[in-house]
């Protein structure tokens, strides 16, 4: 374990007190983030549960700008600085741009196609959902901040990074990652302050036990 995010050297984060400190941000400071960082980053993001193991994700790993302002585009970002949930840039800026994706044509490689007919839901979808709260995990654990951005539009996301257009790679969502910007204090603190907390069910409120 490692550092908080933006507070390195600060003591090392339980895995507990990392789930509750991961927020998703909309701000990134310039601080750039090291190859050996993102490749460990990436390298934890595959160490996740998949359907019969067919390990059917992959990661586009963005840090060309032209590349990050199209993204930026497919991720509707000026409406949150027009709502005032972000700062503008906040995609271009972030140092490092993951996509996550599905890879259906690996789930269909082990299982057969249609890949609907070979599984009882979309696993393909859910191993890359696994992939992608590890790599958000795995950067907060090393003292960055990251966000899952899922309202994308595919087809911009699909050219931006010249994706098969056969369907078989879904992007899944735009995670920006980098180090905190200090001055998205607001924002941060809005997302983790007492009212946020309050809103956070409680076990109690979403546990069942031995029936519905
Ligand atoms: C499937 C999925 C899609 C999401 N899509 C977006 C999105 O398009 N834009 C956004 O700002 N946040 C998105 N989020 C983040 C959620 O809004 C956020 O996780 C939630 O509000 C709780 O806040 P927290 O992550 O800071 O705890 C998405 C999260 C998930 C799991």
């Not at 979309?122 to 899922?150: H, M, N, Q, R, T």
């Not at 595919?154 to 050219?159: F, G, L, P, S």
């Not at 790679?169 to 995670?175: G, K, N, R, S, W």
Request: glycine letters at 8%; proline letters at 5%; charged letters at 25%.
């Amino acid at each position: 374990m490692q550092s908080r995010p933006g507070t390195e050297g600060a003591g090392p984060l339980s895995l507990g007190r990392l789930l509750r400190r991961r927020r998703n941000v909309y701000g990134f400071s310039s601080r750039r983030v090291s190859q050996r960082t993102l490749l460990s980053i990436l390298e934890d993001a595959t160490h996740v549960p998949s359907a019969g193991f067919t390990q059917d994700f992959d990661f586009v790993v963005v840090r060309d700008s032209g590349t990050k302002a199209k993204l930026a585009s497919a991720a509707h970002e000026k409406e949150y600085v027009n709502a005032g949930h972000a700062r503008a840039g906040f995609l271009v800026n972030a140092p490092v741009v993951v996509v996550p994706c599905a890879n259906r044509a690996k789930f269909e490689g082990k299982y057969g196609a249609p890949a609907e007919r070979n599984a009882r839901l979309p696993w393909w979808l859910i191993d890359s959902g696994f992939s992608a709260l590890a790599l958000i995990l795995s950067a907060y654990e090393k003292g960055l901040v990251a966000s899952f951005i899922g309202a994308l539009d595919d087809r911009q996301v699909a050219e931006a990074l010249s994706l098969p257009r056969d369907g078989s790679i879904v992007p899944l969502a735009i995670v920006p990652m980098g180090y905190r910007d200090r001055h998205e204090s607001a924002v941060w603190r809005a997302a983790s302050g007492k009212e946020a907390r309050r809103r956070r069910l409680r076990p109690e409120d979403v546990l069942h036990w031995d029936r519905w």
